[in-house]
């Protein structure tokens, strides 16, 4: 890959250089570039608001020295994907559908991810491993539909897509090929022709789920993108993550949506960050989360409106950020109903590293 793409910043002396960073804040951040992968493309740079100490896009993917904290509630694996894991590279949580783990690459880093203790350190799912997890789609027909992620799977080639898709078109049971992505927003160039003519040749329903966090995210190359993806045939869905100090507020959450739905996007998930390690800062009270979304609700139609949910750690599942699946419990602390109906606790850390006034 060329052009573009050949220009993203990976390292601290790169976003110095790009006056994305102070130089005097760089000693302090080299232990984060030490254990976190950093990957900005031009793209999101060029969103970046210099002159804003509190940008949103800026937030999102540059290093914080913050990401050395963790609290006592933060995981490695906060989802429970390992847990879940019956193969290499696949996660089956719930039963008619699995992750593909195609790759643990992505043209950007999020600071706040929830892979972010293995994305970046590694390419690709190697042959067998792939050969071994549609073997395992294969030999279960309770499998309905297969998400590739990844990191982001349109990071793979071409080629490395066609080959998964192909082996998808022949296991009948799976009728539905879903892909969780940020590349319309931070590389609008890894939607070519040649992935979409990949994804096709599955000969699946095909469910495109797009990240995006801001309505500036959402700029002309990211539209175009995302308009391919419709030409496709995708329908096309959104998730995203409620972030301290990024969209915290209903006026920002209210815009993103109605671009989206403008967009022909379908809100699917409002998610409460995750559990990971070093995110405490993106983190909101679950309490100030639910009072967001309350008047979210009362603003937005039902097509515009996403479901808030809470991904309860140890690989037990979304649950709606909403009674009588969350509740508070006396002393602090929350109640959750995991999708199995079983009670259990989750406590809630938020607060402890804020961003600064």
Same mark, same amino acid.
């Given at each position: 890959?060329?052009? /573009?793409?050949?220009?993203?910043?990976?390292? %601290?002396?790169? =976003?110095?250089?790009? +006056?994305?960073?102070?130089?005097?804040?760089?000693?302090?951040?080299?232990?984060?570039?030490?254990?976190?992968?950093?990957?900005?493309?031009?793209?999101?740079?060029? *969103?970046?608001?210099?002159?804003?100490?509190?940008?949103?896009?800026?937030?999102?993917?540059?290093?914080?020295?913050?990401?050395?904290?963790?609290?006592?509630?933060? *995981?490695?694996?906060?989802?429970?994907?390992?847990? !879940?894991?019956?193969?290499?590279?696949?996660?089956?949580?719930?039963?008619?559908? $699995?992750?593909?783990? *195609?790759?643990?690459?992505?043209?950007?880093?999020?600071?706040?991810?929830?892979?972010?203790?293995? $994305?970046?350190?590694?390419?690709?799912?190697?042959?067998?491993? #792939?050969?071994?997890?549609?073997?395992? #789609?294969?030999?279960?027909?309770?499998?309905? +539909?297969?998400? %590739?992620?990844?990191?982001?799977? =349109?990071?793979?080639?071409?080629?490395?897509?066609?080959?998964?898709?192909?082996?998808?078109?022949?296991?009948? !049971?799976?009728? @539905? %090929?879903?892909?969780?992505?940020?590349?319309?927003?931070?590389?609008?160039?890894?939607?070519?022709?040649?992935? @979409?003519?990949?994804?096709?040749?599955?000969?699946?329903?095909?469910? $495109?789920?797009?990240?995006?966090?801001?309505?500036?995210?959402?700029?002309?190359?990211?539209?175009?993108?995302? /308009?391919? =993806?419709?030409?496709?045939?995708?329908?096309?869905?959104?998730?995203? #993550?409620?972030?301290?100090? #990024?969209?915290?507020?209903?006026?920002? =959450?209210?815009?993103?949506?109605?671009?989206?739905?403008?967009?022909? &996007?379908?809100?699917?998930?409002?998610?409460?960050?995750?559990? /990971?390690?070093?995110?405490? !800062?993106?983190?909101?009270?679950?309490?100030?989360?639910? +009072? &967001?979304?309350?008047?979210?609700?009362?603003? *937005?139609?039902?097509?515009?409106?996403?479901?808030?949910?809470?991904?309860?750690?140890?690989?037990?599942?979304k649950i709606p950020v909403e009674g009588p699946?969350?509740?508070?419990?006396?002393?602090?602390?929350?109640?959750?109903?995991?999708?199995?109906?079983?009670?259990?606790?989750?406590?809630?850390?938020?607060?402890?590293?804020?961003?600064?006034?």
């Open positions: 890959m060329t052009g /573009a793409r050949d220009a993203t910043l990976r390292s %601290l002396d790169a =976003l110095v250089g790009a +006056e994305l960073l102070p130089r005097a804040e760089a000693p302090a951040l080299r232990g984060v570039e030490a254990r976190y992968s950093i990957a900005v493309p031009p793209q999101m740079a060029a *969103l970046i608001d210099r002159a804003d100490p509190n940008d949103p896009i800026a937030r999102q993917f540059l290093p914080d020295a913050r990401e050395l904290d963790t609290t006592p509630a933060e *995981l490695g694996d906060p989802i429970g994907d390992d847990a !879940h894991s019956p193969v290499p590279g696949l996660v089956h949580r719930y039963r008619d559908r $699995v992750l593909l783990k *195609l790759v643990a690459v992505c043209p950007v880093y999020c600071r706040f991810c929830f892979r972010r203790e293995t $994305v970046g350190k590694s390419g690709a799912l190697d042959a067998a491993a #792939v050969a071994t997890a549609l073997d395992y #789609v294969a030999a279960h027909e309770e499998i309905f +539909e297969v998400i %590739l992620t990844g990191g982001d799977p =349109l990071a793979a080639s071409p080629r490395r897509l066609r080959e998964v898709a192909t082996r998808l078109s022949a296991i009948s !049971h799976v009728k @539905l %090929l879903r892909v969780h992505t940020r590349a319309p927003t931070a590389a609008p160039e890894l939607v070519s022709q040649e992935r @979409l003519d990949a994804l096709q040749a599955a000969g699946k329903r095909l469910y $495109v789920a797009l990240h995006v966090n801001h309505p500036r995210e959402l700029f002309a190359d990211a539209r175009e993108a995302l /308009a391919k =993806l419709q030409g496709a045939g995708a329908q096309l869905l959104s998730q995203t #993550v409620l972030l301290s100090g #990024v969209n915290d507020d209903v006026a920002t =959450l209210e815009t993103l949506m109605r671009t989206l739905v403008e967009l022909g &996007i379908k809100p699917y998930y409002l998610h409460h960050p995750d559990l /990971a390690k070093g995110t405490a !800062h993106f983190r909101l009270p679950l309490a100030r989360g639910r +009072e &967001i979304y309350a008047a979210l609700a009362q603003n *937005l139609s039902g097509h515009a409106l996403p479901r808030y949910v809470l991904d309860l750690p140890g690989g037990f599942g699946h969350l509740e508070a419990m006396p002393g602090g602390g929350w109640s959750a109903r995991d999708r199995f109906g079983t009670r259990r606790v989750y406590k809630d850390d938020a607060g402890r590293a804020q961003m600064p006034a």
